[in-house]
């Protein structure tokens, strides 16, 4: 069965610098999703994407935030200037369409220092 | 807006016994409702979910969960757990009209199954 892969499986980074979570979606899948679990929360939604561009977002999706689709296969999350807060495990998910269920992939661990 | 409720963090069992994991939701439109399971160091996998229909859904690997529009409930059971049930289990709700189908999750239940 086909899968959403995302690497690194675990990513260190020190605060303030740049860093890029990549992910794979299925490959006939139209709609894109993050979404971060900071560690002992709840699974909160950060970003969908549909068409080369954000459909919705949530207030913790700030300027330092972005997401792209570099190519037609990938789909990556940037966090500008990274904060000891933003330490938290990030799942991509994606979905063939609105009312199908979006598929996770097995999440990036996001580690702050 | 959603919202969903899950009252219990923790649920121990003794193998063989039978569950039943609590999920309440809020919403002022439609919703579709799903169970995810998150199996240690693992991703989300989607159990089972209700789009419409028979309000009795099942599931992977036994679960089975029942939607009651008047309670605004979608308990989640099993009658028999086995040691590889041990997970957290998330109850999730995407409203019907939106244009992102963003996920609303509870805050989850930590299943623990004792020999």
């Known amino acids: 069965e086909p899968e959403v892969t995302q690497t690194p499986s675990h990513q260190v980074t020190q605060m303030g610098q740049e860093v890029i979570l990549r992910c794979v979606p299925i490959s006939n899948h139209l709609y894109f999703y993050w979404y971060r679990q900071i560690l002992g929360q709840k699974v909160e939604f950060l970003v969908s994407f549909y068409n080369n561009e954000i459909s919705e977002k949530s207030e913790i999706f700030d300027d330092q935030f972005s997401v792209e689709r570099p190519d037609g296969s990938n789909f990556t999350l940037k966090i500008r200037s990274t904060k000891l807060e933003d330490s938290a495990m990030y799942f991509c998910?994606?979905?063939?369409?609105?009312?199908?269920?979006?598929?996770f992939g097995d999440g990036t661990r996001l580690s702050i220092l | 807006a959603q919202s969903v409720t899950q009252l219990d963090s923790q649920v121990p069992v003794f193998e063989e016994a039978p569950v039943e994991l609590r999920c309440n939701y809020s919403?002022?439109?439609?919703?579709?409702l799903f169970w995810y399971v998150q199996y240690p160091n693992q991703g989300l996998q989607l159990l089972l979910k209700y789009l419409s229909g028979s309000t009795l859904v099942k599931g992977i690997n036994g679960f089975e969960a029942e939607f009651n529009k008047s309670q605004t409930s979608f308990h989640l059971r099993k009658p028999s757990v086995h040691i590889s049930d041990t997970a957290e289990y998330f109850c999730?709700?995407?409203?019907?009209?939106?244009?992102?189908?963003?996920?609303?999750f509870g805050s989850g239940t930590r299943l623990s199954i004792r020999p």
């Open positions: 998910a994606s979905s063939r369409d609105l009312n199908q269920p979006q598929h």
């Open positions: 919403s002022s439109v439609s919703v579709y």
């Open positions: 999730a709700v995407t409203s019907r009209y939106s244009s992102a189908s963003k996920i609303i």
